[in-house]
């Protein structure tokens, strides 16, 4: 692996940032600091062809780091997940705050990528901030997160170990084996924290899991939205059209898989065409059932093609014909 001069990277980093901090980035980044106190989605950019964690010790450093942004920023963290490229939380906190935890988040995870070997971040890597003012749309929000490491095939969402699924309505969360801070010398939490905060004495660290999400996660608002495992589950699997909204907003994409997909069509065979079924449907319906399809799920006109029966060029010829818009 190459080696790179971290004081030389960051130097030339800040200098290059400088220089792209065009109007637009600048607008941008005003805006989100003049957003007021709230619930928000927030959600750092995909790395094509990079990523921010590439080993199992750069995940569980970015568990500390989550942890972090809540002590220094005054960030409440509801849900979160640390996807090799791309980082997904749900937080309460203010514009400005989520904006210096960003800065803070990209400048640790590039020193820990200098360190092990890898580039850092590129200087325009940014984030998305999107406000959330509805309680069924925090659901719908807290689901997308929860079910990233499903939607690119990883983990069920229980099963993931870099985020906070596993922690609700888990019988599992109870069998973290860490050591708390109280039972840790001053040198070595502020070695293996990177910093000089306080930090609370129950929190746990484990060298494999890096900072239990137990600690700085707050349960109270997932507790009152999903009462049960069932309804939480439910949110998680079957809110598919929130889900493409959703990914609009952030400027990602669905990948949705077959049996998904079928799901999503009888959905919509219940809900625009009385529940009949496909071979009750007219060739002009199954048109305008293709339509639905691309406009409300995003669906490509090969998935729509091979779930509901109709040639591939049709479906194409169907979606930029005037007559169905």
């Known amino acids: 692996m190459p080696y790179y001069d971290i004081k030389r990277v960051i130097f030339v980093e800040t200098a290059l940032l400088s220089l792209l901090c065009t109007m637009d980035n600048r607008k941008k980044r005003d805006d989100i600091r003049n957003m007021g106190k709230g619930y928000y989605h927030f959600c750092t950019d995909g790395l094509k062809g990079g990523k921010l964690f590439y080993t199992s010790a750069q995940f569980a450093y970015g568990m500390i ?18 996807m090799p490229n791309h980082i997904h939380i749900i937080l309460s906190g203010t514009g400005e705050n989520c904006l210096k935890a960003f800065d803070y988040l990209r400048k640790k995870i590039s020193i820990r990528l200098i360190q092990d070997g890898y580039p850092p971040l590129p200087p325009d890597y940014g984030f998305v901030l999107v406000p959330i003012t509805e309680p069924h749309r925090m659901k719908s929000e807290i689901a997308y997160v929860l079910r990233n490491p499903l939607e690119k095939n990883i983990s069920i969402p229980y099963g ?39 930090i609370p004495p129950h929190w746990e660290y484990s060298q494999e899991r890096g900072l239990n999400p137990a600690g700085f996660v707050d349960l109270s608002l997932t507790d009152r939205l999903f009462p049960t495992p069932k309804d ?7 809110d598919y059209e929130s889900y493409v909204r959703i990914a609009n907003d952030l400027g990602e994409t669905m990948e949705f898989s077959p049996s998904e997909i079928k799901d999503i069509v009888t959905s919509v065979l219940q809900s625009k065409f009385g529940g009949r079924s496909l071979n009750n449907l007219s060739e002009d319906e ?23 029966f109709l040639k591939e060029h049709i479906v194409r010829q169907v979606l930029y014909s005037k007559d169905y818009r």
């Open 65 to 82: 780091l989550i942890g972090l942004i809540t002590l220094k920023f005054n960030i409440k963290v509801y849900a979160f997940v640390l």
């Open 160 to 198: 993931y170990p870099w985020g906070s699924g596993w922690l609700y309505h888990s019988a599992m969360a109870c069998y973290y084996n860490g050591t708390p801070v109280s039972d840790m010398s001053k040198r070595e939490v502020k070695r293996l924290f990177t910093t000089c905060d306080i």
């Open 232 to 238: 939480m589950e439910s949110f998680i699997v079957k």
């Open 286 to 308: 199954k048109c305008k059932l293709a339509v639905e399809l691309a406009n409300t799920y995003n669906l490509s006109s090969f998935e729509i093609s091979r779930s509901i």
